[in-house]
């Protein structure tokens, strides 16, 4: 029986080896899943069918949830049963363990009558078992027939994925090229696109700046505006006030209107007047110039008749000019000497001395003088001009002329010629007003033909050697200079520098180089020019192209050294080589002017015994006009040196010398 039932087992549950495939899946490179084919040979052995139980049990879980699929578990205990394999899997491994604890028992220890049960049994498991088997053999075709189907479809895949494969080479290959165009236009785009970048970003730059400019502007406009809002609202007031005003004048105009009619009807009226006037005003023209060439003959009258007066005043006269006491010399009481002015055209001025006895008695003596004019101490600079302007004008007419100042040292000679050191035209001097004078008279002789030239020298007389004043400052005392007398009565000093005074600018000029030139040659320039003589000379020569006439004359003014009584005991040295100049130039002066009154035509007149003289002897003596300013100081303390130069003036004032006469030319 055994035996049987172990041959059915063999014959109907054991099917035949058979081979077949199964699909694999595999995985490509690129973690696609493309279907790759293996074929795996399959035996179908009583293994295999515990591998495919296995499966089908698998697959039955799966149809759990796939109710339509589900195989039934009778199959299952039946498998477990006939199993005996120690290589099965490890769940078969618990089955056959229960199976074998159940099979054991019947086959050692059932009683021989339960073995046709048994067998009876066995039959209907065999039974079962076939069905199952013939079950399992139509799942068998099922899968065979799912593996067919699934082969087909593998190879379609294969064939699908060997053409994608070529395609992507294709694809590849194509956008392979592609791509290294799209990358070399890319990179050119790049450029050009850095290109515009760049150009955007300048752009941009300009922009801002542009825009911070505008920002500017648009700050100033705004200012501007405000500016002009403001103006305009003034402007708009104003227009308000105007256009009342406006009205006002309209009002006006229409008074003024009616005005103007009738002022129109006295205009006419005046008009015929006017015309009768004018008629007039002819008849008067022709009287006036009838009158203006009496005029000239008046001039030539008044010329005639100065020289006259001259010449009865004798030719050398005499202006004695007190000098107003200084700001420091007011404070003090009793310092000012008692002087007196008086005389019909104030030529006169009276000194009182007041004397003190030992016994306290007081005696009181006055000496009065007499000269041509007496300037008291407020008297202008101009006042004093005015009357030596006769003077300067006959230098320009042809004399010559020369204009002393003589005083004691501070009694105002150089304020006098000069004027202070920073003149005013109020303060300015004798020589700067000569020369403006005279050029202000060339000036009217122009139009009747005259030229004039003015030529300028100024020289200085210290230690009987003569210095150029208007000379280089480093050239100053070292040329000699000769004093040459021409026949035709012309002075000239060699070796001078002379200035051509073609406006009156220019002797300031003049006189302060003079000053330089000074200060250069003293160690004091107050003491220099107390202890020196200066002597500005202006030769004008005048030429009337219309008459053929001409003129030559020399202006002199001197400021003459410190006349005070200089002793020459205790003197040494340069100060005594000074004071013996001095002495002797101003002594020659005296004895010259006395020499000149007393003298009898052709006699001696000692103009050589000194440099001064010699200089001034064609501009003293009957050929020339002579003035003296004798300056004296107000101040008590001086009253002897005062004394001493009024009573020198006076002998000066007391000679008569003959009548001037032009220079011949
Ligand atoms: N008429 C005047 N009005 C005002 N000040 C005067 C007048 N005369 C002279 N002075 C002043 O008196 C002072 C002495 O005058 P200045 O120097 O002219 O004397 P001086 O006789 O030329 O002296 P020196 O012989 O030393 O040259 C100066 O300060 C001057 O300005």
């Known amino acids: 029986m055994k035996s049987v039932v172990e041959s059915n087992r063999k014959s109907s549950l054991i099917p035949k080896p058979t081979t077949t495939t199964v699909t694999k899946h595999d995985t490509n490179l690129k973690g696609t899943t493309a279907p790759t084919i293996k074929k795996v040979p399959l035996s179908i052995t009583n293994n295999n069918i515990r591998k495919s139980t296995t499966m089908l049990s698998s697959k039955r879980k799966n149809n759990e949830k796939d109710p339509a699929r589900s195989i039934r578990p009778r199959v299952d205990t039946g498998l477990r049963r006939s199993s005996s394999s120690s290589t099965s899997t490890a769940s078969n491994k618990a089955t056959n363990k229960k199976t074998t604890i159940v099979s054991k028992k019947p086959l050692s220890r059932a009683p021989p009558k339960d073995l046709r049960t048994k067998i009876s049994d066995m039959e209907d498991a065999r039974h079962a078992n076939e069905a199952k088997i013939a079950e399992l053999s139509k799942d068998w075709k099922e899968l065979e027939d799912t593996v067919a189907n699934k082969e087909t479809e593998s190879r379609e895949v294969s064939q699908r994925l060997v053409e994608l494969q070529t395609m992507r080479e294709v694809e590849e290959r194509t956008h392979g090229d592609e791509m290294e165009i799209l990358k070399s236009q890319h990179l050119q785009q790049n450029r050009t696109l850095e290109e515009i970048n760049t150009n955007l970003l300048g752009k941009l730059t300009d922009m801002q700046n542009e825009a911070s400019t505008m920002k500017q502007r648009t700050q100033n406009a705004s200012k501007q505006h405000q500016i002009a809002q403001s103006e305009n609202i003034a402007l708009q007031e104003t227009i308000s006030r105007t256009s009342a005003s406006f009205i006002e004048l309209e009002a006006e105009l229409m008074s003024t209107k009616s005005q103007h009619e009738m002022t129109d009807k006295k205009l006419t009226e005046r008009q015929h007047y006017i015309d009768e006037l004018k008629q007039e005003i002819q008849g008067t023209n022709a009287e006036l110039k009838e009158l203006e060439t009496q005029l000239l003959g008046g001039e030539k009258m008044r010329r005639k008749l100065h020289n006259t007066i001259q010449e009865l005043k004798g030719n050398i006269r005499v202006f004695c000019r007190v000098r107003p006491p200084l700001e420091s010399e007011k404070s003090r009481e009793g310092n000012l000497a008692q002087i007196r002015y008086y005389g019909e055209d104030g030529e006169k001025l009276e000194l009182t001395e007041t004397h003190c006895s030992t016994l306290g008695k007081k005696t009181t003596k006055s000496h009065p003088f007499s000269f041509d004019k007496v300037f008291a101490p407020e008297t202008t600079q101009e006042e004093c001009f005015e009357e030596i302007s006769q003077l300067v004008q006959s230098a320009l007419d042809g004399y010559n002329v020369c204009i002393f100042a003589y005083g004691q040292t501070g009694s105002g000679k150089t304020y006098t010629m000069q004027g202070p050191s920073g003149p005013t035209s109020q303060s300015s001097g004798m020589i700067p007003r000569a020369v403006q004078q005279i050029y202000e008279v060339t000036q009217k002789l122009s139009e009747r033909g005259w030229t004039y030239t003015m030529e300028g ?13 208007l000379g280089d400052t480093s050239n100053y005392g070292k040329v000699k200079h000769d004093i040459r007398h021409e026949k035709n009565g012309k002075t000239t000093v060699t070796d001078m520098t002379t200035v051509i005074l073609d406006s009156p600018s220019k002797v300031n000029m003049m006189l302060r180089k003079a000053s330089q030139n000074r200060a250069t040659g003293a160690t004091n320039l107050n003491e220099r020019s107390s202890r020196s003589h200066s ?6 020569t005048g030429n009337n192209a219309t008459t053929n006439e001409r003129s ?22 340069d100060r005594l080589r000074e004071t013996q100049a001095i002495n002797k130039s101003l002594s020659c ?25 010699y200089l001034l002897q064609n501009s003293l003596g009957g050929n020339s006009k002579t003035l003296m300013f004798v300056n004296i100081s107000p101040l008590s303390e001086h009253f002897g040196e005062t004394i001493c130069s009024l009573r020198f003036a006076t002998k000066v004032n007391s000679c008569r010398i003959g009548t001037a006469k032009k220079l011949r030319v």
Do not use: C, W
């Open 589 to 613: 002066l005296g004895d010259v002017i006395h020499a000149l009154a007393n003298n009898k035509e052709g006699g001696h007149v000692p103009f050589r015994n000194s440099k001064l003289t």
């Open 457 to 469: 020298q100024f020289l200085e007389i210290y230690n009987e050697t003569v210095h150029d004043l």
């Open 535 to 540: 002597v500005f000379m202006l030769r004008l």
């Open 552 to 573: 030559s004359g020399v202006l002199n003014l001197i400021d003459l050294a410190g006349s005070e009584r200089l002793a020459l005991s205790g003197s040494t040295g």
